[in-house]
């Protein structure tokens, strides 16, 4: 018999201990980078911080699934079957909003300064970094487990606007190693919170649709990625994501495919199965 206790609120205790972990890994990247320590050692570390939330959920875990095996619930998340329709899909909107985006910034600067990658080696470098150090680092814990679990009590929309809020205060700390003050930093904030919030409702939809966390992990990347490669203003290339993002995230509620995000009673996935 399995005398394991069960945690009563494991996303909020999840949420709390993933900012437990991140908070002072991510001053060890501040110092790094204030000691001038080698770049690779600043990406090295800025990676393991990103992977906070996964260390909170596997810390977690024994709690919050008794007799399961970590392992094991990862691999059951990426075992569907990918769908080419989604993949297409999702890859097509976040190009049109990359193309959009570049549209609107080219007209303040000049073609060749309009890209911060300058060869196709780091190109391939800043890839992969910004693989390793957002999407798979944080899809696990943030979409895996905690949009999942809260699905089973609220509608995917509503648990989607929670998770996105509370994802988005996990980066609290970022906001202050920006620069910007006053008026400048608020507008970061509520862009990057309107920014997120849109991606979660977008990334909801579709993993819905085929169950597989290499869709949230396809548009994570994708957001961060596009991000990076344009020479813009922060502030302005997080306005332009925010609008962009919130436009989808509003026409999928609106269209609501197969009743993803709501409805059939608050629609909910348990075990990799729409009920």
Known sequence: ????????????????????????????????????????????????????????????????????????????????????SVILTVS?????????????????????????????????????????????????????????????????????IIIGFWWGMWHLPTWFTTGFVGIDLIKYILFFMISLISTKIVMTAFYNLNQNLIIPIIIHQFFNFFIGLINENLIDLIMYNAIFYLVVAVLIIVINPKKVLYGKEDVKIINGSIT
Not at 46 to 75: E, N, R
Not at 93 to 106: E, H, K
Not at 115 to 135: D, E, H, Q, R, V
């Open 1 to 84: 018999m399995n005398r394991e206790m069960k945690l009563k609120k494991p996303v909020a205790s999840f949420i709390l201990l993933t900012n437990i972990i991140f908070l002072p890994l991510f001053l060890l990247v501040g110092a790094i980078s204030m000691l001038g320590f080698p770049a690779w050692v600043f990406d090295v570390m800025f990676c393991i911080s990103s992977w906070s939330s996964t260390f909170a959920f596997a810390a977690l875990f024994k709690k919050i699934y008794p007799g399961q095996s970590f392992i094991q619930f990862v691999k059951d998340k990426f075992k569907n079957k990918l769908k080419f």
């Open 92 to 160: 097509m909107i976040q190009a049109f909003i990359f193309v959009m985006t570049l549209f609107l910034v080219f007209n303040n600067r000049e073609v060749d300064s309009i890209f911060t990658i300058s060869s196709w080696g780091m190109l391939i470098y800043f890839f992969f970094k910004n693989l390793l150090a957002g999407p798979l680092g944080e899809e696990i814990g943030w979409r895996g487990f905690a949009q999942i679990e809260l699905q089973k009590k609220h509608s995917p929309l509503k648990a989607s």
